[in-house]
């Protein structure tokens, strides 16, 4: 998502950079109007999706450590794996999205849905 972003980023700075001469050939209000639509849609879909992968990553995470680990139950060894899970994530990827609190609601939101 990052990358895209940062795409879109280089996209609307190269607008800028362009030269003014080429632009004015062109009828300019309307141009920029289009080009902006275009950068905003796109920022809207890079979010929508985004978003959407997260929840289904979340949900994932939840069903999995639940239905693998847990079995489905809520047994005191859970614990001390759900805390090693959170642990090795936040070393691999290094943020804190995956703390214990956060895994916890991940196998949560899970069961709910």
């Known amino acids: ?59 994932h995470i939840g069903e999995r450590i639940n239905r693998e680990v847990l079995g489905n139950q809520r047994a005191e060894y859970g614990k001390q794996i759900v805390a090693t899970v959170s642990r090795q994530l936040q070393e691999e990827y290094d943020i804190k999205g995956f703390d214990e609190k956060n895994v916890l609601r991940m196998i949560q939101f899970a069961q709910n849905n």
Not at 27 to 56: C, F, H, K, P, W
Request: charged share 15%.
């Open 1 to 59: 998502m990052e990358n895209i972003c940062n795409f879109v980023g280089v996209i609307a700075n190269l607008l800028k950079i362009m030269d003014i001469q080429k632009i004015q050939q062109y009828n300019t209000q309307s141009l920029i109007q289009d080009l902006r639509q275009i950068i905003e849609q796109a920022r809207g879909q890079v979010a929508a999706t985004a978003n959407y992968e997260l929840t289904m990553m979340y949900w």
